[in-house]
């Protein structure tokens, strides 16, 4: 895991990209956000830069390659899976099957979008505060 790295946003649904942004600046985060709309072009990103990942925030229900697809990819490639790159979902999906095949995944948490701004900012704050004080190496 790199802590001064960017952190990888792939969601979809242009507003809520938006709105995960404004709730970045809003909060004073100086680290890049990078945005990617699905996940085969997320992954496509991190396994061609040379820039190591901080954090992966995932939609789940996603064109082309869902996150679940995704979370298995990352880990089943050895160089990404040696980056120790955090991979959380972060969905409106909330019942009970969402969280067990989630959890089957290579994830290390699942979270549900809030349907306010401040809710956004208490959860992503909680998030990358979390991996900001994990250990790395």
Known sequence: MNTTGPILIVEDDEDDAELIAAVFKELGYSRKLIFQANGRDALQFLTATKIRTFLVISD????LMNGYELAQAVFDNPQLRLQAIPFVFFTTGDGKGTASKAYQQPVQGLFRKPSTFSGYKDVLKQITAYWEVSLVI
Not at 60 to 63: C, E, K, L, S
């Open 60 to 63: 789940i229900n996603m064109p």
